[in-house]
């Protein structure tokens, strides 16, 4: 595999560079992009985008261009400062992780003051990850959104939802479409809805939501589990369970794209969960993905989404057909 060079980030600092006039850590050089794709409409330079809540503009810029990115997912916004859950968020479990953060962000009006216009600043194509304990909380973001210069909206539909008696929307047809009918109207932006996976059978929400006026869907969302300190005997997370991710949910994110894939051949589609190489975007793209998204494995390297992309770039030189028809919108099956 032809990875890209690696310059050292702290060379800038210690040729004079203070971590306030750096730009960018520029550990990869400037790279003309091969192959890119389109979801649902809007362009993007590559297939590959940061995931939700494992990406911090503040904190990553120092080690790349985050705009040389598909796309640049940001942390879900809920319409006032939420400060998450108490106590142990996070275990290890095998090839995976469980994070129970319960969605802590700064509210929508920080973003739209902060984090956006740094991204825009930077031309970074955004996506706004929207999320909401009630219905009136999605739309109350959506509709502040809606005259953001954010690029395309991502709606989480896996939070726990007061209006859908607790459970995540996601797992309930009839909720979900109520909430994107509703969300359809107020917005004009792409709207892309991230499903979760802990339901019987992912093309039901997904029908759902395509009929109600998503233009995309994302998939897919953490699984539900847990570990136990047996030293104790007792939920090493403090909230007890939390969402897995990680290279071991690969297999479920790979199945839930192919599956909804067959079930709705037209709906832009993006592939996540357990993406660490391009080999492994790959597998999303010839599941019938247009576009990946790379989560976990940035929590630990921060730069892996645009490393995936790089070695996917390489890899996507050897296959036409399939690069064809991202470039054009289409997908492989
Ligand atoms: C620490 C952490 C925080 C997350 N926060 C969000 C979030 O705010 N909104 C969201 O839609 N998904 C969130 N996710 C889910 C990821 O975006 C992604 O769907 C999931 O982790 C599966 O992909 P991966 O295996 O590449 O991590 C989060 C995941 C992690 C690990």
Redesign the pocket.
């Known amino acids: 595999m032809d990875r890209c060079s690696h310059a050292n980030v702290w060379d800038g600092v210690s040729e004079g560079m203070t971590t306030d006039n750096m730009q960018h850590g520029n550990l990869y050089e400037r790279y003309e992009w091969k192959h890119p794709t389109q979801v649902a409409g809007v362009p993007w330079k590559n297939p590959v985008a940061t995931?939700?809540?494992?990406f911090q503009y503040a904190a990553v810029r120092w080690f790349y261009d985050v705009s040389q990115l598909g796309a640049v997912?940001t942390?879900?916004v809920s319409p006032v400062p939420w400060e998450g859950n108490p106590g142990i968020r996070?275990a290890e479990g095998p090839s995976s992780?469980i994070?129970a953060?319960g969605?802590q962000?700064p509210g929508v009006d920080h973003y739209l003051e902060d984090d956006l216009p740094k991204l825009k600043a930077i031309n970074a194509n955004v996506i706004a990850?929207v999320?909401g304990h009630c219905d009136d909380d999605y739309a109350e973001v959506v509709a502040k959104l809606n005259d953001s210069p954010a690029d395309m909206l991502?709606i989480?539909v896996?939070c726990p939802n007061v209006s859908a008696g607790g459970m995540s929307v996601g797992t309930d047809p009839v909720a979900l479409s109520r909430l994107i009918t509703r969300l359809r109207k107020i917005t004009d932006k792409k709207m892309i809805v991230?499903l979760t996976p802990n339901v019987t059978d992912i093309t039901v929400p997904a029908r759902a939501a395509v009929e109600s006026g998503a233009d995309a869907l994302s998939l897919?969302?953490?699984l539900l589990g847990m570990r136990i300190d047996i030293r104790t005997g007792e939920p090493i997370i403090t909230h007890v369970t939390g969402?897995v991710?990680?290279?071991a949910?690969?297999p479920v994110?790979l199945a839930a794209v192919w599956r909804v894939r067959t079930a709705l051949p037209e709906v832009p589609i993006i592939g996540?969960?357990?993406?660490d190489s391009g080999e492994k975007a790959l597998e999303y793209l010839y599941a019938g993905a247009n576009a990946v998204?790379?989560?976990?494995?940035a929590?630990f390297e921060p730069t892996a989404p645009l490393r995936v992309a790089r070695e996917l770039d390489a890899l996507l030189d050897a296959r036409p057909e399939l690069a064809d028809k991202l470039a054009k919108g289409e997908t492989w099956r």
């Open positions: 995931a939700s809540g494992t997912t942390k879900g996070t992780n994070n953060v969605l962000n990850n999320a991502e989480n896996s991230k897919i969302n953490t969402g991710s990680g290279p949910v690969l994110g996540i969960g357990g993406i998204e790379v989560g976990a494995a929590l």
